[in-house]
């Protein structure tokens, strides 16, 4: 089986970065997702992560690794507009993905 | 271009009342998928097509749920009865066939009193 866990609500200033947290137990994987959504609306895709490393997205950034059952969200020059709850997911081969609870962000003034 | 739209967007049932869903994929999106996503929580996978074809409906709970995409377009999800347990949030997805990109839509908000 499948176990993802993320932060269940983190608090972050305008202006500053946040990292969001997900680690995972997982017998394999095709490749680790995270998907941005606000109250009330579908999940949008941000990133995702095949190879260990960092990719970069403008303000936002993501990390794998696969050795330590690890990825992270890098969210810089943080907007109001960024307060949402955000899912890591694991892909599998048959484009079937599992989710985590997902972490609510909430930004402020 | 449009994305994935579903309707209704919100639901409000007595339990025991049957209930369906509707979603129109992104054009030329082969794959399907519906989850259910309960408040706090992420989506999970009901059931996944391939065209006109279900090959994932390991967690779709069949005594009560059905699904159909008969044209390999188009998907419907039906439940009935109803019960006080399925209040949530019922998300259609679509991607490529090949792709592992899922584009959702806005979703339908059930809630069953």
């Known amino acids: 089986g499948q176990n993802i866990d993320q932060p269940t609500e983190m608090t972050a200033t305008e202006g500053a970065i946040v990292q969001i947290n997900c680690t995972y137990q997982t017998s394999g994987f095709n490749g680790l997702f995270w998907y941005q959504q606000h109250a009330g609306e579908a999940p949008t895709f941000l990133s995702y992560?095949?190879?260990?490393g960092l990719e970069e997205k403008g303000r936002f950034s993501s990390f794998l690794s696969r050795s330590k059952g690890y990825s992270y969200l890098l969210l810089k020059e943080l907007q109001m507009k960024d307060s949402a709850s955000y899912l890591c997911?694991?892909?599998?081969?048959?484009?079937?993905?599992?989710f985590g609870t997902g972490t609510l962000l909430a930004v402020q003034p | 271009e449009a994305g994935v739209v579903q309707s209704p967007r919100y639901k409000i049932i007595e339990k025991k009342q049957p209930v369906a869903f509707w979603c129109n994929p992104i054009?030329?999106?082969?794959?399907l998928y519906w989850y259910l996503q309960n408040l706090g929580q992420g989506p999970e996978l009901l059931i996944r097509?391939?065209?006109?074809?279900?090959?994932?409906d390991s967690q779709l709970p069949k005594d009560r749920f059905s699904a159909e995409r008969l044209k390999g377009v188009d998907s419907t999800l039906k439940i009935q009865p109803a019960e006080l347990g399925d209040s949530a949030v019922y998300l259609c997805?679509?991607?490529?066939?090949?792709?592992?990109?899922?584009?959702f839509g806005p979703g339908t908000r059930l809630t069953v009193l």
């Open positions: 997911a694991l892909g599998g081969a048959t484009n079937k993905l599992i």
């Open positions: 997805a679509s991607s490529l066939r090949d792709s592992d990109e899922q584009f």
């Open positions: 097509y391939e065209n006109e074809e279900a090959v994932d």
């Open positions: 992560n095949v190879l260990d």
């Open positions: 054009s030329g999106h082969n794959t």
